[in-house]
């Protein structure tokens, strides 16, 4: 007995010892390429910014981006989707072009001001650069999906500041309603490094405030299930918008690099007729608006339209951003006619339409209290769990697959872009 519990003693000190360090080398990798992208990202807003005439040239940037993966990037146009996939059914290491293509990709596209975000960059080179580790280490199968799910944590954590949502989201975005515990350390490690790393390296990362958070009451509930609803249905309308508008133009625009071209022309003419600057880019002051004071009611809907119409056509980037922002926003027009303080409601949309759209109501919650405080907890996680279920099976990751239904008849392992395909089969193939 006593050589069978000093083997399996021997045997966790070897484990944690191993996953610690193959975690902290991912951390290491993910955290500088996330600084070194939000730099860049820094300096892309404020050129745009300061010369706002670089708008004429967008449709022009997307064409570049759009030849840059025609000819270099096919293998990795995916993006997150590939991520996942490869996590499923690993079958070859994703290439090293990932990192760079996505990374110039995304600062193009906001230079010149398309509406995109940053957490799929971020992801992107996490988990692009972690699987490196792979011919480096000889590591199994299992062993790579963990890896990749770690890269994935360390983008998602260094480039918002959230280590403990960026763990979890890591596990949580993988399949719907089901979440792989063999990971839970790696990702935990590879999250709190890469953000911490990222601080060493003078990242600065946005400060929300919420100054006034009520008491829980009978009312408080019940707005927060009818905001999570409102939330959840537009991250289902957002979800659904995008993935319509990028199959529409792949069908009768055949050569790639003329969709964003075409894209570009129709936000940067938009932009400049209306003077809608505050809806592209990644839109950080008017969300710190959102907690401040009311703003327009139709900016969720101007921000949800330049956004769809950015990713539909193939501008690089990320949603979850344009998402805070949409959240934020429609949270604040929702205040008053909730009765409850604008900054707590535009914190509460910041997450849950975000978990709508990416059926991640656990790693949303965590994020909440990460950004604004644990007070927020017993409400962004109302919110964000309806949010999740009347977002229904969409979302913005293609390949997340079903682990278990929300509410309804759905197929285990089956991918959500398969899913209408399932829908419409006869009775005897399902």
């Known amino acids: 007995m006593k050589n069978s519990t000093r083997s399996e003693l021997l045997n966790l000190f070897s484990y944690l010892a191993r996953w610690l360090f193959l975690a902290s080398m991912v951390a290491a990798l993910a955290g500088t390429a ?26 022009i940037a997307g064409f570049i981006v759009g030849w840059l993966y025609l000819r270099f990037g096919k293998q990795v146009e995916a993006g997150n989707n590939l991520l996942i996939d490869e996590i499923h059914d690993p079958k070859k290491v994703i290439p090293l072009r990932m990192a760079p293509l996505v990374l110039g990709g995304t600062v193009m596209s906001h230079l010149f001001g398309a509406s995109v975000g940053r957490e799929g960059t971020a992801v ?37 500041g959230t280590p403990l949502a960026g763990a979890i989201f890591g596990l949580e975005v993988l399949a719907i309603g089901r979440m792989r515990y063999d990971a839970l350390l790696p990702c935990m490690v590879a999250a709190i490094v890469a953000e911490q790393i990222g601080q060493l390296l003078g990242v600065q990362h946005t400060h929300y405030a919420i100054p006034l958070v009520p008491h829980v009451t009978a009312w408080t509930i019940v707005a927060m299930v009818i905001a999570g609803a409102i939330f959840g249905l537009t991250g289902r309308v957002f979800a659904e918008a995008t993935h319509a508008l990028s199959a529409w133009m792949k069908q009768r625009i055949s050569y790639a690099p003329l969709r964003p071209f075409l894209g570009g022309m129709v936000i940067a003419s938009a932009v400049w007729l209306l003077g809608a600057d505050r809806y592209i880019g990644l ?22 339209v330049f956004t769809v119409m950015s990713l539909g056509s193939g501008f690089k980037g990320g949603e979850v951003t344009p998402l805070f922002f949409i959240g934020a926003t429609l949270g604040n027009v929702l205040a008053p006619l909730l009765h409850l303080p604008f900054a707590l409601l535009a914190g509460i949309g910041f997450v849950a339409v975000f978990s709508g759209a990416a059926n991640t109501p656990i790693a949303s919650t965590l994020m909440a209290m990460e950004l604004f405080g644990a007070e927020v907890g017993i409400f962004a996680a109302i919110a964000c769990i309806v949010s999740y279920l009347f977002s229904g099976h969409t979302g913005i990751y293609r390949s997340q697959r079903i682990g278990h239904a929300k509410h309804s008849d759905a197929p285990e392992g089956v991918k959500l872009s398969e899913l209408d395909a399932y829908h419409k089969a006869p009775p005897q193939n399902k």
Request: proline residues 4%; without cysteine; glycine residues 6%.
């Open 124 to 160: 992107q080179m996490g988990a692009a650069l972690a699987d490196q580790l792979t011919h480096l280490f000889k590591l199994r199968h299992e062993d790579r999906r963990i890896i990749l799910m770690a890269g994935i944590s360390a983008g998602f954590a260094s480039v918002f």
């Open 283 to 304: 839109g950080i002051p008017t969300i710190v608006e959102a907690f401040q004071q009311p703003l327009a009611g139709y900016d969720f809907l101007a921000k949800l």
């Open 34 to 59: 996330s600084a070194f992208f939000l730099f860049s990202l820094d300096w892309a807003t404020n050129t745009r910014t300061a010369h706002r005439q670089l708008i004429y040239l967008l449709p």
